[in-house]
Structure formats: C-alpha cells, structure tokens
C-alpha cells in the first residue's frame, strides 16, 4: 500500500526545518519564530511511501497511521512513517 506524506519547509534560513502532514496544507502558511517577522512555508513537498499492507490511516485531531510492528499494533504520525521509510525498517520504504 502508497500513501503520501506532505511536508512544510522553513526554508534556508532555518536549516530547512520540515513539519510533515499525511493531508496537504489547504493554503499558503506563514509563521513568525520568536516574534521575528513572517515566513512564509514552502508547502510543495510530497513523497510516495510504501506501508504495510494492513496499515490503515486514523483521523482524529491527531492525524496517525494504525499499523503492526513485530506483532504490537502501533499508532505511528507523519514522521514517524518517514523515519521508517528513509531507515527501510519493518516494510516501510520510499516508492520510486
């Protein structure tokens, strides 16, 4: 099973921190970091994960994804399904 994971980037000048989403942002966004002035969010980022099989999305105020890891069901957010797929650990992994 693909599902896609959407990020938020700070830019350059905030060593390109990135906030990821399983929904894409709606519009534009801008924050301001310690009262400093607005920045706007580099919202285009998206990548194909493959998940197992028996993973299912949850949606309630926290979005996470339901999924089994060495036999213990696992409520895993947006991150957590990136680390996964960049480390290729228990059948997590980047579609080309």
């Known amino acids: 099973m693909i599902i896609k994971i959407y990020g938020c980037c700070l830019?350059?000048?905030f060593a390109n921190a990135t906030t990821l989403?399983?929904?894409p942002l709606q519009e534009a966004q801008t924050i301001s970091i310690d009262g400093g002035p607005q920045?706007?969010?580099n919202s285009d980022l998206e990548w194909n994960i493959i998940v197992p099989d028996k993973s299912m999305r949850e949606k309630n105020e926290k979005e996470l994804l339901q999924t089994v890891?060495?036999?213990?069901?696992?409520l895993l957010s947006?991150?957590?399904v990136f680390s996964l797929a960049n480390l290729n650990l228990h059948g997590f992994s980047f579609a080309k």
Do not use: T
Request: hydrophobic residues 35%; charged residues 35%; without cysteine.
């Open 78 to 80: 947006a991150q957590d």
């Open 11 to 13: 830019g350059p000048k």
């Open 21 to 23: 989403y399983f929904e």
């Open 69 to 74: 890891i060495n036999g213990k069901k696992m």
């Open 39 to 41: 920045v706007r969010l």
